[in-house]
T-cell receptor, first 111, second 112 residues
Framework: GQNIDQPTEMTATEGAIVQINCTYQ??????LFWYQQHAGEAPTFLSY????GLEEKGRFSSFLSRSKGYSYLLLKELQMKDSASYLC????????????FGRGTSLIVHP | NAGVTQTPKFQVLKTGQSMTLQCAQD?????MSWYRQDPGMGLRLIHY???????DQGEVPNGYNVSRSTTEDFPLRLLSAAPSQTSVYFC???????????FGPGTRLTVT
């Protein structure tokens, strides 16, 4: 099975940097996803990490450490529109390969 | 491309009623999934399909049925609605086995 933990809620200031952590316990996985979900909307894909290290995409970066069972999503130059839930998900290495999601972190960006 | 579409957007049912939530995708994706999302619970997998004619159960399948007669369509049937099935239902599809998922806009279901 897979167990994924994320903080429930975080707050940050416009223009700042915030790091959203995701820790997990699993018997094996292909990779780790991050999705963004605005209130009342569907999740949308942000990133996918297979190898250890940092993947950068504009203002968003995602990091994975398999040995530590840990990932984080880094958001730079925060904007009000970044207020959303951020979902961490693992793609299992066997069976269905359908991702298992954490409960999500609600990020509130203040002016 | 319309991507992943879901109907209806909102639905209210009485306990014991049955209904089908529709999901369709026009991206020729092999993999399709149904999730439910409840406050504080994240997305939980109900059923999934790895191709036409092939379906399997996810984490919370009880009370739901699915079928996949075509690549495009993946309907979710509630057999006898219960208040515990009040939730937001998302359908998703992906091309590759470990590829990113594309989600539909969701169906908000209330069972009274």
């Amino acid at each position: 099975g897979q167990n994924i933990d994320q903080p429930t809620e975080m707050t940050a200031t416009e223009g700042a940097i915030v790091q959203i952590n995701c820790t997990y316990q699993t018997s094996g996985f292909n990779g780790l996803f991050w999705y963004q979900q605005h209130a009342g909307e569907a999740p949308t894909f942000l990133s996918y990490n297979v190898l250890d290290g940092l993947e950068e995409k504009g203002r968003f970066s995602s990091f994975l450490s398999r040995s530590k069972g840990y990932s984080y999503l880094l958001l730079k130059e925060l904007q009000m529109k970044d207020s959303a839930s951020y979902l961490c998900a693992l793609s299992p290495s066997g069976g269905s390969y359908i991702p298992t999601f954490g409960r999500g972190t609600s990020l509130i960006v203040h002016p | 491309n319309a991507g992943v579409t879901q109907t209806p957007k909102f639905q209210v049912l009485k306990t014991g009623q049955s209904m089908t939530l529709q999901c369709a995708q026009d991206m020729n994706h092999e993999y399709m999934s149904w999730y439910r999302q409840d406050p504080g619970m994240g997305l939980r997998l109900i059923h999934y399909s790895v191709g036409a004619g092939i379906t399997d159960q996810g984490e919370v399948p009880n009370g739901y049925n699915v079928s996949r007669s075509t690549t495009e369509d993946f309907p979710l049937r509630l057999l006898s609605a219960a208040p515990s099935q009040t939730s937001v239902y998302f359908c998703a599809s992906n091309q590759d086995r470990v590829g990113e998922q594309y989600f539909g806009p969701g169906t908000r279901l209330t069972v009274t």
